[in-house]
């Protein structure tokens, strides 16, 4: 039972345009939520994260939003530049489970030039 | 500054060997954790420590044991290894319970 979901295993955007990461969660009582980004060869580093007492958060070019009601929220880079290119995992934490958390399968970002 | 630091950063076993992955870190964390990362199946958390002599189970702990050996070193050893246990394990650090995770570079592990 996957209580975090990312749908899109690649995503392919052109140098310069918007990158939209998605992501869904099914745990209601999920209250933080947060982006990691990860180069191959290396561990995860923190991205971005937003409270569920917001709807918006926004660091430079990244910027996540969160739609309570529908369960989502996504991540926009723009403009995308080659270094962006990395696997994005989507992760959320307060879902009364085990400590830690709870991270989506990830999307692999691709940006082209 | 290192951070969250996993030793070995490669190891290949043959089936029903031991083995033990080590993690320290020096941010004076309380909480430590061990994820498993697999193709097509994200991160998923194997034990945790939410503080020194305290370990709990995550979502995959079949197979695997822990120890908190005090607040900077937390290990994860396999004690008969089969190869369902070949993957990248990283461990992770945070300040507080479900907060941001400081994660080490990974340990990627074989199992013949």
């Known amino acids: 039972d996957q209580q975090v979901k990312q749908n899109s295993p690649s995503l392919s955007v052109q140098e310069g345009r918007i990158s939209i990461l998605n992501c869904d969660y099914t745990?209601?009582?999920?209250?933080?939520f947060l982006w990691y980004k990860k180069y191959p060869a290396e561990g995860p580093t923190f991205l971005i994260s937003?409270?569920?007492?917001?709807d918006k958060n926004e660091d430079g070019r990244f910027t996540v939003f969160l739609n309570k009601s529908a369960k989502h929220l996504s991540l926009h880079i723009v403009p995308s530049q080659p270094g962006d290119s990395a696997v994005y995992f989507c992760?959320?934490?307060?879902?009364?489970?085990?400590?830690?958390?709870?991270f989506g399968k990830g999307t692999h970002l691709i940006i082209q030039p | 500054n290192a951070g969250v630091t996993q030793t070995p950063k490669f190891q290949v076993l043959k089936t029903g060997q031991s083995m033990t992955l080590q993690c320290a870190q020096d941010?004076?964390?309380?909480?430590m954790y061990w994820y498993r990362q697999d193709p097509g199946m994200g991160l998923r958390l194997i034990y945790y420590?939410?503080?020194?002599?305290?370990?709990d189970k995550g979502e995959v702990p079949n197979g695997y044991n822990v120890s908190r050996l005090n607040k900077r070193e937390f290990s994860l050893r396999l004690e008969s290894a089969a190869p369902s246990q070949t993957s990248v394990y990283f461990c992770?650090?945070?300040?507080?319970?479900?907060?941001?995770?400081?994660f080490g570079e990974g340990s990627r592990l074989t199992v013949l």
């Open positions: 992770a650090s945070s300040e507080m319970r479900d907060g941001e995770l400081f």
């Open positions: 745990n209601s009582m999920f209250d933080y």
């Open positions: 937003i409270s569920s007492i917001k």
């Open positions: 992760a959320a934490s307060g879902g009364g489970g085990a400590d830690g958390l709870t």
């Open positions: 941010m004076n964390h309380n909480s």
């Open positions: 420590s939410a503080s020194e002599g305290t370990t």
